[in-house]
C-alpha cells in the first residue's frame, strides 16, 4: 500500500513543480497547492499504513492507527489555507496594480519606483 | 521549575493580539508595542542570567514528560539569542515610529512586528522539530504581510517570488520532517539526536539530514540566496532591519541546532557539503557586494556573507570555530539592524538609494555619518569592535581545521564588505554637498536614537568581548557535546 502512495505523491510532486515553472501566476498557485497535498499525503504515509481502529478510544479496538501524523497533518492544513488564501489575495491585488499575471513580465527594472 | 522559558513568546503574542484592537489610536499602539518588546526584553535577560547559573531551563509545556510533550528548551544560545532579537526588535520599532507612514501604521505595521517576534523567539525556544516549523510559519506569515503591506508595485512584485520560495521550503521541511519521523518515530529533538546516536547515522538519515540543510539554507540564504536581495530591498528600512537582523539568523540558529544535536555523525560529508556552500556564499555575496551602486542591493548583498561565514565556522564545528560563529550571530544580528537603519535613514534623507546622487551628506548630518563609519568598521571587523572577535575566533578554527582555502576566502569577502560599505560612506557622506540646508526629504532624526543604542552595543560586546565570551562559551558547550542537552531534555 505505501508503494502505491509513494507513487501518487511522486505524481504529485511532479505535477506541481512542473505548475510551478510555468509562467502564469495562478498555475503556480495551483502548483503550490497540489505540492502541500503531496506533502500531506506523505506525511500519512511515512506513519506506515498499518489498518487498524480510528483513534478513538471509544472504539474499544485492539490496535489503533498512529493518532500523531494526523494531528500534524491537521495543523500544517491549515496552515497552508492560510498561506495559500493570502497568495490568492496577494495575486489578486497585484494582477490589479501591475496588469500582468505573467512571471516574465514581473522582472525587477533598474530605475522603477 | 519556572515558566520563565515562555514568557519571551507569550509576551509578543499577548501584546500583538492586543495591538490588533486599538488599530486607529496609534500613540497607544506605539506606547504598547515598546511596552511589550521592552518587557519581552526583560524576561528574555532574565531567563538568560537563570540559565547562566542554573544551566539548561526546559519547560514542559502542559507538564507532559519530555517525548510526549511539546519542550520548551532554554540553553545559553537560545537565551542570547532570544535577548538580542528583542533589543532589535526595540531598535526597529523605535525607528518605525518615525519611518513608517501612518497608513502602515493604522494597517497593523506594529501588531505584526510584535507577532513576528513571538514566531523569532519561539523558534529559537523550542525543543520540537513539528513545532520549529509551526514558529517558523508563524515568523513567515508576519513577514509576508509586512513585506506586502503598503502595496507598491515593487512590493507585490517581490512577495509573490517571496512567497513562492518559502512555500517550498516549508513544503520540504515538511517532508524532512516525514523522513525523519518515520525512522526515529518522534518528534522531540532532544529525543530524535538520542535515537540516531543509538541507530547510527546511516546514509539515509545523512540523506534527510542534506534534506533539512537544503530547508535551512533556503531560509537562512546559504547558496540558494537568490531570492533574497529581491526582497529585503523592496519593503521600508525599518522593516528591512528587521528581516535582515532575524530572519535569516533563525535559519542560521536551525542549522546550528540540528547540525549538533540531531546530526553530528557524518561530518566527513554533512559539514564538508556545508563549509563549500559557505564558501560559495561568501564568494558569490561578496561579488554581490561589490558590483551594485545601489545602498538597499549592497546592505542585502552584505546580509548574504555573513549568513556564509557564519555557516564555515559551524561547518568546521571545532569549539573555536563554534564559539566564534556563535559571537559572529550575536554581533551579525546587530549590526545588520544597525547598518539597514543607517542605510535606511540616508535613502530617507536623500530621497534616493542610488550612490552617484547622493554627496556630501556629512556637512548636515555628522552624528549619522560617524555612526555609519563606525557601523563599516564593525561590519568588516576592526578590532575593537564586535565583528573581530567572532572572526579570529572562527578563521583560527579554520586554520586549525586546515580549511586554508575558505579561511582565506573568508578574509577576502572582508575585504569586500569593507570596501562595500565605504563606498557607500564615501559616496554619501563625503564631498560636496548636492542637498542645500532645508532641501533634504527628511531630517533622519528617527534613526539617532536606535542606532545609537545599536551603536553603544557594538562597541560594547567589542570592548567588553571577555564577558560576553563566558556567557558564548556556556552556549557552546551543548553544541560540542550534545548528552547535555539531551539529558537536560529528557532527564
Given at each position: 500500500m505505501e508503494l502505491y502512495m509513494s507513487l501518487s505523491i511522486g505524481v504529485?510532486?511532479?505535477?506541481?513543480?512542473y505548475l510551478i515553472l510555468t509562467r502564469s501566476l495562478l498555475r503556480i498557485i495551483l502548483g503550490t497547492s497540489?505540492?502541500?497535498?503531496?506533502?500531506?499525503?506523505?506525511?500519512?504515509?511515512?506513519?506506515?499504513?498499518?489498518?487498524?481502529?480510528?483513534?478513538?478510544?471509544?472504539?474499544?479496538?485492539?490496535?489503533?492507527?498512529?493518532?500523531?501524523?494526523?494531528?500534524?497533518?491537521?495543523?500544517?492544513?491549515?496552515?497552508?489555507?492560510?498561506?495559500?488564501?493570502?497568495?490568492?489575495?496577494?495575486?489578486?491585488?497585484?494582477?490589479?496594480?501591475?496588469?500582468?499575471?505573467?512571471?516574465?513580465?514581473?522582472?525587477?527594472?533598474?530605475?522603477?519606483? | 521549575m519556572t515558566n520563565l522559558a515562555v514568557l519571551p513568546i507569550v509576551t509578543p503574542l499577548l501584546f500583538g493580539v492586543l495591538l490588533f484592537f486599538v488599530r486607529y489610536r496609534i500613540r497607544l499602539q506605539m506606547g504598547l508595542a515598546t511596552a511589550g518588546t521592552l518587557a519581552t526584553l526583560i524576561f528574555s535577560a532574565l531567563l538568560a542570567h537563570t540559565v547562566s547559573k542554573d544551566g539548561i531551563q526546559v519547560l514542559h509545556v502542559g507538564?507532559?514528560?519530555a517525548p510526549y510533550g511539546i519542550p520548551l528548551v532554554a540553553d545559553m544560545l537560545a537565551a542570547i539569542l532570544v535577548t538580542i532579537s528583542s533589543v532589535v526588535t526595540l531598535a526597529c520599532l523605535l525607528y518605525a515610529f518615525h519611518a513608517l507612514d501612518d497608513e502602515r501604521k493604522r494597517n497593523y505595521a506594529f501588531p505584526l512586528m510584535m507577532i513576528l517576534l513571538c514566531g523569532v523567539n519561539g523558534s529559537f525556544l523550542t525543543g520540537d522539530i513539528f513545532n520549529l516549523f509551526v514558529f517558523f510559519e508563524v515568523m513567515l506569515l508576519a513577514s509576508y504581510v509586512l513585506l506586502s503591506?503598503?502595496?507598491?508595485?515593487?512590493?507585490?512584485?517581490?512577495?509573490?517570488?517571496?512567497?513562492v520560495i518559502n512555500i517550498i521550503a516549508s513544503s520540504l521541511f515538511v517532508i524532512a520532517i516525514a523522513y525523519l519521523y518515520s525512522i526515529t518515530g518522534t518528534l522531540n529533538m532532544a529525543h530524535i539526536a538520542q535515537r540516531i546516536a543509538e541507530l547510527g547515522q546511516d546514509g539515509l538519515t545523512t540523506t534527510v539530514s542534506l534534506l533539512f540543510l537544503t530547508v535551512f539554507g533556503l531560509k537562512s540564504a546559504l547558496f540558494l540566496f537568490f531570492w533574497l536581495p529581491g526582497s529585503y530591498s523592496a519593503p521600508p528600512a525599518p522593516i528591512a532591519a528587521l528581516?535582515?537582523?532575524?530572519?535569516?539568523?533563525?535559519?542560521?540558529?536551525?542549522?546550528?541546532?540540528t547540525f549538533t544535536l540531531i546530526f553530528p555523525h557524518q561530518p566527513q560529508i554533512t559539514h564538508e557539503i556545508m563549509m563549500w556552500l559557505a564558501g560559495l556564499t561568501m564568494l558569490l555575496g561578496a561579488l554581490g557586494v561589490i558590483a551594485y551602486w545601489r545602498i538597499k542591493q549592497i546592505l542585502a548583498y552584505n546580509v548574504i556573507v555573513s549568513v556564509g561565514f557564519i555557516l564555515f565556522g559551524v561547518g568546521v564545528a571545532s569549539e573555536a570555530a563554534l564559539s566564534g560563529a556563535v559571537y559572529y550571530l550575536i554581533h551579525d544580528m546587530i549590526a545588520k539592524a544597525l547598518i539597514f537603519i543607517l542605510g535606511g535613514a540616508i535613502i530617507s534623507i536623500a530621497g534616493t538609494d542610488k550612490l552617484r546622487e547622493i554627496s556630501g551628506l556629512i556637512h548636515f548630518r555628522p552624528i549619522l555619518g560617524w555612526l555609519f563609519?563606525?557601523?563599516?568598521?564593525?561590519?568588516?571587523?576592526?578590532?575593537?569592535?564586535?565583528?573581530?572577535?567572532?572572526?579570529?575566533?572562527?578563521?583560527?578554527?579554520?586554520?586549525?581545521?586546515?580549511?586554508?582555502?575558505?579561511v582565506a576566502l573568508g578574509l577576502?569577502?572582508?575585504?569586500?564588505?569593507?570596501?562595500?560599505?565605504?563606498?557607500?560612506?564615501?559616496?554619501?557622506?563625503?564631498?560636496?554637498?548636492?542637498?542645500?540646508?532645508?532641501?533634504?526629504?527628511?531630517?533622519?532624526?528617527?534613526?539617532?536614537?536606535?542606532?545609537?543604542?545599536?551603536?553603544?552595543?557594538?562597541?560594547?560586546?567589542?570592548?567588553?568581548?571577555?564577558?560576553?565570551?563566558?556567557?558564548?562559551?556556556?552556549?557552546?558547550?551543548?553544541?560540542?557535546?550534545?548528552?547535555?542537552?539531551?539529558?537536560?531534555?529528557?532527564?
Amino acid at each position: 500500500m505505501e508503494l502505491y502512495m509513494s507513487l501518487s505523491i511522486g505524481v504529485l510532486f511532479a505535477v506541481g513543480v512542473y505548475l510551478i515553472l510555468t509562467r502564469s501566476l495562478l498555475r503556480i498557485i495551483l502548483g503550490t497547492s497540489l505540492l502541500t497535498h503531496g506533502v500531506h499525503l506523505l506525511l500519512l504515509t511515512m506513519s506506515r499504513l498499518k489498518t487498524g481502529a480510528a483513534p478513538l478510544l471509544g472504539e474499544k479496538a485492539a490496535a489503533y492507527v498512529d493518532p500523531l501524523p494526523q494531528a500534524l497533518i491537521l495543523t500544517s492544513i491549515v496552515i497552508s489555507f492560510g498561506v495559500t488564501s493570502f497568495f490568492f489575495v496577494l495575486a489578486y491585488k497585484a494582477y490589479q496594480k501591475l496588469g500582468t499575471d505573467d512571471m516574465e513580465q514581473l522582472r525587477g527594472q533598474d530605475d522603477e519606483q | 521549575m519556572t515558566n520563565l522559558a515562555v514568557l519571551p513568546i507569550v509576551t509578543p503574542l499577548l501584546f500583538g493580539v492586543l495591538l490588533f484592537f486599538v488599530r486607529y489610536r496609534i500613540r497607544l499602539q506605539m506606547g504598547l508595542a515598546t511596552a511589550g518588546t521592552l518587557a519581552t526584553l526583560i524576561f528574555s535577560a532574565l531567563l538568560a542570567h537563570t540559565v547562566s547559573k542554573d544551566g539548561i531551563q526546559v519547560l514542559h509545556v502542559g507538564g507532559w514528560e519530555a517525548p510526549y510533550g511539546i519542550p520548551l528548551v532554554a540553553d545559553m544560545l537560545a537565551a542570547i539569542l532570544v535577548t538580542i532579537s528583542s533589543v532589535v526588535t526595540l531598535a526597529c520599532l523605535l525607528y518605525a515610529f518615525h519611518a513608517l507612514d501612518d497608513e502602515r501604521k493604522r494597517n497593523y505595521a506594529f501588531p505584526l512586528m510584535m507577532i513576528l517576534l513571538c514566531g523569532v523567539n519561539g523558534s529559537f525556544l523550542t525543543g520540537d522539530i513539528f513545532n520549529l516549523f509551526v514558529f517558523f510559519e508563524v515568523m513567515l506569515l508576519a513577514s509576508y504581510v509586512l513585506l506586502s503591506l503598503g502595496g507598491g508595485r515593487i512590493q507585490l512584485r517581490e512577495t509573490i517570488k517571496y512567497i513562492v520560495i518559502n512555500i517550498i521550503a516549508s513544503s520540504l521541511f515538511v517532508i524532512a520532517i516525514a523522513y525523519l519521523y518515520s525512522i526515529t518515530g518522534t518528534l522531540n529533538m532532544a529525543h530524535i539526536a538520542q535515537r540516531i546516536a543509538e541507530l547510527g547515522q546511516d546514509g539515509l538519515t545523512t540523506t534527510v539530514s542534506l534534506l533539512f540543510l537544503t530547508v535551512f539554507g533556503l531560509k537562512s540564504a546559504l547558496f540558494l540566496f537568490f531570492w533574497l536581495p529581491g526582497s529585503y530591498s523592496a519593503p521600508p528600512a525599518p522593516i528591512a532591519a528587521l528581516f535582515a537582523a532575524l530572519l535569516t539568523k533563525v535559519g542560521i540558529y536551525s542549522i546550528i541546532r540540528t547540525f549538533t544535536l540531531i546530526f553530528p555523525h557524518q561530518p566527513q560529508i554533512t559539514h564538508e557539503i556545508m563549509m563549500w556552500l559557505a564558501g560559495l556564499t561568501m564568494l558569490l555575496g561578496a561579488l554581490g557586494v561589490i558590483a551594485y551602486w545601489r545602498i538597499k542591493q549592497i546592505l542585502a548583498y552584505n546580509v548574504i556573507v555573513s549568513v556564509g561565514f557564519i555557516l564555515f565556522g559551524v561547518g568546521v564545528a571545532s569549539e573555536a570555530a563554534l564559539s566564534g560563529a556563535v559571537y559572529y550571530l550575536i554581533h551579525d544580528m546587530i549590526a545588520k539592524a544597525l547598518i539597514f537603519i543607517l542605510g535606511g535613514a540616508i535613502i530617507s534623507i536623500a530621497g534616493t538609494d542610488k550612490l552617484r546622487e547622493i554627496s556630501g551628506l556629512i556637512h548636515f548630518r555628522p552624528i549619522l555619518g560617524w555612526l555609519f563609519f563606525l557601523s563599516a568598521l564593525a561590519l568588516a571587523g576592526v578590532p575593537p569592535l564586535s565583528g573581530f572577535v567572532g572572526k579570529v575566533m572562527i578563521l583560527q578554527g579554520g586554520v586549525q581545521a586546515k580549511a586554508f582555502v575558505l579561511v582565506a576566502l573568508g578574509l577576502l569577502s572582508s575585504l569586500l564588505v569593507l570596501y562595500s560599505v565605504m563606498k557607500v560612506f564615501i559616496n554619501s557622506f563625503w564631498g560636496e554637498t548636492l542637498l542645500s540646508e532645508g532641501e533634504e526629504k527628511s531630517t533622519g532624526k528617527g534613526a539617532l536614537l536606535p542606532s545609537l543604542i545599536l551603536a553603544a552595543l557594538v562597541v560594547g560586546f567589542g570592548l567588553g568581548a571577555e564577558e560576553i565570551l563566558a556567557y558564548v562559551r556556556q552556549a557552546v558547550e551543548p553544541l560540542v557535546d550534545p548528552s547535555i542537552y539531551i539529558e537536560a531534555v529528557l532527564s
